[in-house]
């Protein structure tokens, strides 16, 4: 079951200078991920810049862009519904891919907030809307404010 076993994570983001790169096919559900994000982001007092991309394949680009100009962590938002072609299967491979490259190649941390489901009440259920059970927005954030300190803290 998705979220169980999830760490609790909270991060005092004072300072922080936080990417939340965002898709934006399906409105409905990016509209709650990319408000779990800023939530949790508020929360924490750092500082959010947010750039909208097309769809979920164009944000490891975003995301490399804003770890080059001075982002302390990046939070990437998006989501890929199975269909019935291999496309889904491509788009997750690499937006995973590409994040993950992003992430050490930079040594910026990036949230991965890039819900990958087999249809839109898996993907509403996770978006942090009202009656959704989880807020992977808001974990996203949560989670690369989280490594930003702790890389922070290793580097000191």
Same mark, same amino acid.
């Given at each position: !079951?998705?979220?169980?076993?999830?760490?609790?994570?909270?991060?005092? %983001?004072? *300072? /922080?200078?936080? =990417?939340?790169?965002?898709?934006?096919?399906?409105?409905?559900? !990016? +509209?709650?991920? /990319?408000?779990?994000?800023?939530?949790?982001?508020?929360?924490?007092?750092?500082?959010?810049?947010?750039? @909208?991309?097309?769809?979920?394949?164009?944000?490891?680009?975003?995301?490399?862009?804003?770890?080059?100009?001075?982002?302390?962590?990046?939070?990437?938002? %998006?989501?890929?519904? @199975?269909?019935?072609?291999?496309?889904?299967?491509?788009?997750? @491979?690499?937006?995973? +891919?590409?994040?993950?490259?992003?992430?050490?190649?930079?040594?910026?941390?990036?949230?991965? *907030?890039?819900?990958?489901?087999?249809?839109?009440?898996?993907?509403?259920?996770?978006? &942090?809307?009202?009656?959704?059970?989880?807020?992977? &927005?808001?974990?996203?954030?949560?989670?690369? !404010?989280?490594? =930003?300190?702790?890389?922070? +803290? /290793?580097?000191?």
């Amino acid at each position: !079951m998705s979220g169980t076993g999830a760490p609790r994570t909270t991060a005092d %983001g004072t *300072g /922080l200078r936080v =990417a939340v790169v965002a898709a934006q096919w399906h409105a409905t559900v !990016m +509209d709650g991920l /990319l408000a779990g994000a800023e939530r949790a982001l508020a929360r924490a007092e750092a500082t959010a810049q947010v750039v @909208r991309v097309p769809g979920s394949f164009e944000l490891p680009v975003a995301a490399a862009a804003a770890a080059r100009a001075g982002a302390d962590a990046v939070v990437a938002l %998006g989501v890929v519904v @199975r269909g019935e072609t291999p496309h889904f299967d491509y788009v997750c @491979r690499a937006a995973t +891919d590409g994040l993950t490259q992003v992430a050490v190649i930079t040594g910026v941390p990036v949230g991965f *907030g890039v819900l990958t489901v087999d249809d839109e009440a898996q993907a509403l259920a996770r978006a &942090g809307l009202a009656g959704s059970t989880e807020d992977k &927005g808001a974990e996203a954030a949560e989670a690369a !404010m989280a490594t =930003a300190v702790a890389l922070r +803290d /290793l580097r000191a």
